[in-house]
C-alpha cells in the first residue's frame, strides 16, 4: 500500500529588524524526518505520527543611510587623516522566474505493465551557469524519481529515475563584471502523466531566484594626528577669491582648499543652503585661527 499526503506548515520568527521594507532571502530545509505509527478513536493502529525540523537560514536585505566620517580639516593645524579601506556590499535586485520543462521518461518494468504511478519526487542539479548581455544563463537537469505499480505479483512496486535537462535564461538588467550573483534553485511543482505501459510524460517547473550583490570599497577614517601647518603655505594663500562653479563643486571642498568655514562662505554670499549649483558664483574670504 501507498499512502502521499501534504502536510502544511505554519512558522513565525522572531526577528525584531524584520518590516515590510525588506527584502528576504529565506533557504528552508525540512531535515530529521521520523514516522511512527499511532491509534485512532477506535485504538486501531491506523493512524502515523509524523515529526520532521525546519532549518532555515534567514537573511534580510534593506537599504539604510549610515552616517559616516569621510574628511576633517582645521583652521590653525593641519590634519593628517589615518584611513583603512573598507569593503561593502548592496543588494541591487533581487529576480525570480521559472523555467517549465517536460520530456518523456522510459521505464523499464522488466516484462510487466505499469499500472498506476503512485508519486514522484525531484530535485535540482546545476552544470553551468554563464553570463550574458541580458542576464544569467543556467543549464542544468531536473533528476526525478518514480514509484509505480505493476501488474507483476513478485514485484508490484518499483521505482525508476529519468532526467529532465533544461536551460533558462535569468534576466538581470545592467549586469555588472563585478556582481556577485547569488542563486537559489528548487523544484516547484512536479507531475506525471501515463502514456503506455512502458512511458511517463514528466513536468516540472523549476524555481531560480537570483539576488544580484553589488560590491563596493569605500575609505573609513579610523584616526587622525595634529601637526603644524608647512612654513609659509597658510600666508601664500590669497585672502580673497571669486569663483565660479562646476558641476563637480561642492562647498566642503572649497572651504577646505581656501582655508575658511562654510558658514563663513553662505554669510559671505548670502547662502540659505549648503548645497552649490553648477554656474553659482562665490566670493571666498580666508578666515584667520585668530577670527575665530
Same mark, same amino acid.
Given at each position: 500500500m501507498w499512502f502521499q499526503e501534504k502536510v502544511p506548515f505554519l512558522c513565525e520568527? =522572531?526577528?525584531? =529588524? /524584520?518590516d515590510s521594507s525588506v527584502v528576504p532571502y529565506i533557504v528552508a530545509e525540512v531535515k530529521n524526518i521520523s514516522c511512527s505509527s499511532g491509534e485512532d478513536d477506535d485504538r486501531e493502529s491506523r493512524v502515523v505520527l509524523v515529526e520532521a525540523?525546519?532549518? /532555515?537560514?534567514?537573511r534580510l536585505y534593506a537599504e539604510r543611510k549610515q552616517e559616516m566620517l569621510c574628511d576633517a580639516y582645521a583652521l590653525d593645524h593641519e590634519l593628517i587623516l589615518k584611513k583603512d579601506a573598507v569593503s561593502c556590499a548592496g543588494l541591487r535586485m533581487k529576480n525570480t522566474s521559472v523555467c517549465r520543462v517536460n520530456d518523456t521518461i522510459q521505464i523499464e518494468a522488466q516484462g510487466s505493465d505499469i499500472l498506476q504511478i503512485c508519486a514522484g519526487f525531484g530535485t535540482v542539479e546545476m552544470d553551468r551557469r554563464t553570463r550574458t548581455a541580458d542576464g544569467i544563463r543556467v543549464e542544468g537537469a531536473v533528476r526525478i524519481r518514480i514509484l509505480y505499480l505493476t501488474s507483476s505479483d513478485t514485484?508490484?512496486?518499483? /521505482?525508476a =529515475?529519468?532526467?529532465?535537462?533544461?536551460?533558462?535564461?535569468?534576466?538581470?538588467?545592467?549586469?555588472?563584471? =563585478?556582481?556577485e550573483v547569488r542563486l537559489r534553485h528548487s523544484v516547484d511543482a512536479l507531475s506525471f502523466l501515463m502514456k503506455g505501459s512502458r512511458e511517463a510524460e514528466a513536468q516540472a517547473a523549476v524555481s531560480l531566484q537570483a539576488m544580484v550583490v553589488s560590491a563596493g570599497e569605500t575609505e573609513l577614517i579610523r584616526g587622525m594626528e595634529e601637526a603644524e601647518f608647512p612654513t609659509g603655505e597658510r600666508s601664500a594663500q590669497p585672502s580673497m577669491v571669486g569663483l565660479t562653479l562646476t558641476a563637480k563643486d561642492i562647498l566642503w571642498d572649497i572651504a577646505k582648499r581656501y582655508h575658511t568655514t562654510i558658514e563663513q562662505i553662505r554669510k559671505t554670499n548670502r547662502l540659505e543652503s549648503d548645497t552649490a549649483a553648477a554656474g553659482m558664483k562665490l566670493l571666498v574670504l580666508k578666515q584667520l585661527p585668530e577670527q575665530l
Open positions: 520568527f =522572531e526577528i525584531p =529588524e /524584520a525540523g525546519l532549518s /532555515a537560514n534567514i514485484s508490484p512496486i518499483e /521505482a =529515475e529519468g532526467v529532465l535537462p533544461f536551460q533558462h535564461t535569468i534576466e538581470i538588467p545592467g549586469l555588472l563584471p =563585478e556582481d
